[in-house]
């Protein structure tokens, strides 16, 4: 599961940074970056809340097997 995080992780970064830039066609704007990347970091942030409690729920086979047996 970490593997997914550090792709949402990358991406939303990528994205915030590239975002910015294009909108302001290529000129590097920090206040834009920042407000983008903060906005990134809030989505990372619900997204790793939410991935959490679901991995919570879960049963996996060995639990599934320490359960049941």
């Not at 590239?18 to 590097?28: K, R």
């Not at 679901?54 to 996996?60: D, L, P, Q």
Request: hydrophobic share 55%; no cysteine.
């Amino acid at each position: 599961m970490i593997k997914r995080r550090i792709f949402a992780a990358i991406a939303l970064i990528a994205f915030a940074i590239g975002s910015s830039l294009f909108w302001n066609d290529g000129a590097v704007k920090w206040v834009s970056i920042g407000i983008n990347l903060g906005a990134a970091l809030l989505g990372f942030i619900l997204l790793h809340f939410k991935w959490r409690a679901r991995e919570k729920r879960e049963v996996s086979p060995k639990k599934a097997q320490e359960i049941f047996s």
